[in-house]
């Protein structure tokens, strides 16, 4: 098994650019996925694939990742994108999946 | 546009047992695998389980592993996830997901709004 590190909070004012990072090995072999949830309502999908963004989430939302790094950024962050941001993948035997612990953002 | 309904939560004591449902629409829900995932109150979020389409592969967190167990009937459109021997650890919403296509296993696109259970004495 392995484990997927994630800050537990990140803050950005208004309309600028964050970047909420995801760490484990197995992210050097398997997509890394990212969800947003606000509080009281069931995640939501915002980047699958390390970089692939669904349909009807904003083109704000981007991912990225490097060696055992995936990221999520958000350009020009919003009021409304103020939530808890929770990524995973599969671990090191290909088939569980891992969440990362979650990062609270506050968008300020 | 595809729903997901998670149904059958509630309080039991420790050492009992429940059984939740999570039902799609969709014509074609049997080509789809469908993940268990929990979160407890003020916590992250906890993969529990994963049944592929016919059932031809099942696996579970480690956390539950032996004394929960994944099914579906595609007939009804629903899987379920029986829970036996629970315990307070395993207070949580539990929610029902899926990929948005059936080629996918481990992206989850689609999410049920969840069901809450609480193991108390």
């Known amino acids: 098994s392995s484990e997927l590190a994630q800050d537990p909070a990140v803050s950005v004012a208004l309309g600028q650019t964050v970047t909420i990072t995801c760490q484990g090995d197995s992210l050097r072999v398997y997509y890394a996925n990212w969800y947003q949830q606000r509080p009281g309502q069931a995640p939501v999908m915002v980047i699958y694939?390390?970089?692939n963004r669904p349909s009807g989430i904003p083109d704000r939302f981007s991912g990225s990742f490097s060696g055992n790094t995936a990221s999520l950024i958000i350009t020009g962050a919003q009021a409304e994108d103020e939530a808890d941001y929770h990524c995973n993948s599969r671990d090191s035997s290909g088939y569980h999946l891992l969440f990362g612990g979650g990062t609270k953002l506050t968008v300020l | 546009q595809v729903q997901l309904v998670e149904s059958g939560g509630g309080v039991v004591q420790p050492g009992g047992s429940l059984r939740l449902s999570c039902a799609a629409s969709g014509s074609t829900f049997r080509r789809y695998v469908i993940h268990w995932v929990r979160q407890a109150p003020g916590k992250g979020l906890e993969w529990v389980a994963v049944?592929?389409?016919?059932?031809?592969?099942?696996y579970y967190g480690d956390s539950v592993k032996g004394r929960f167990a994944i099914s579906r009937d595609d007939s009804k459109n629903t899987v379920y996830l029986q829970m036996n021997n629970l315990m307070v650890d395993d207070t949580a919403v539990y929610y029902c997901a899926r990929p948005e296509d059936s080629n996918m296993v481990w992206a989850m696109h689609v999410w049920g709004k969840g069901t809450t259970v609480t193991v108390s004495s």
């Open positions: 694939h390390n970089t």
């Open positions: 049944i592929w389409y016919d059932e031809i592969y099942k």
